[in-house]
């Protein structure tokens, strides 16, 4: 267990249809970033969140939207869905300025939410 | 332009040898951090190794070392003595800016196979 949770782990949608993708940060981390890999390619950066605030946009679509909570848990919306949706969607979180800590853990990546498309 | 780049998107490496996976970067920050994610078949990313800007000495954890030659701007890894659960893929990552609070910058990878 990496300490960051995600849920759920495997989703089948239909076109056109609307989903939400959980993410628990490790415990301490204020950071979330979201990434999208899809078949044999490398993770691309949607959105990170940090404290509760929008801090970095990568390359999301506008029917996708995030958000992150209080408690720091972040939600990741996925509306209008595409074939092309279909992907390993993962979650990672991160401590501030702590090279000791990045040196032993890097940035810890959720198990991932596999969503198809159908 | 391509910040991170992995230029061996497979490779091959017979059990027990050595093999060097590449990474190039491209930064004009001075403070960064370079990764190593595995990822096998399962999906899960594996957190491997971790390189500072800053590190006087090149990384190594376990059967992993890094091969960091900051004015070539590369940051190679290699794994020594080969299992056959090393057969996945492993991806090359940066964060720029001094603090761990900036999105990774991920290659394509390089699938690795060992071979009993």
């Known amino acids: 267990d990496s300490g960051v949770t995600q849920t759920p782990k495997h989703l089948i949608t239909a076109t056109g249809q609307r989903v939400t993708l959980r993410c628990s940060p490790r415990?301490?981390?204020?950071?979330v970033y979201w990434y999208q890999q899809s078949l044999d390619q490398g993770l691309q950066f949607l959105i990170q969140y940090y404290n509760g605030e929008e801090r970095a946009k990568g390359n999301i679509l506008e029917r996708f939207s995030a958000q992150q909570f209080p408690d720091l848990h972040s939600e990741l919306n996925l509306s209008s869905l595409e074939l092309g949706d279909s992907a390993l969607y993962f979650c990672?979180?991160?401590?501030?300025?702590?090279?000791?800590?990045?040196?032993?853990?890097?940035?810890?990546f959720g198990s991932g939410t596999r969503l198809t498309v159908v | 332009a391509q910040k991170i780049t992995q230029t061996q998107p497979g490779m091959f490496v017979q059990e027990k040898e050595a093999v060097t996976l590449d990474c190039t970067y491209d930064t004009s920050d001075p403070s960064y951090g370079l990764f190593w994610y595995k990822q096998p078949s399962s999906g899960e990313m594996i957190f491997l190794i971790y390189q500072g800007s800053y590190d006087q000495q090149n990384a190594t954890e376990g059967r992993y070392s890094l091969n960091f030659q900051k004015a070539r701007k590369s940051a190679n890894l290699v794994i020594s003595a080969s299992q056959l659960g090393d057969s996945a893929m492993y991806f090359c990552?940066?964060?720029?800016?001094?603090?761990?609070?900036?999105?990774?910058?991920f290659g394509k990878g390089t699938r690795l196979s060992v071979i009993a």
């Open positions: 990672a979180s991160s401590v501030v300025a702590d090279g000791a800590f990045e040196r032993q853990y890097g940035y810890t």
């Open positions: 415990s301490g981390d204020l950071s």
């Open positions: 990552a940066m964060r720029e800016t001094p603090s761990g609070n900036t999105p990774l910058v």
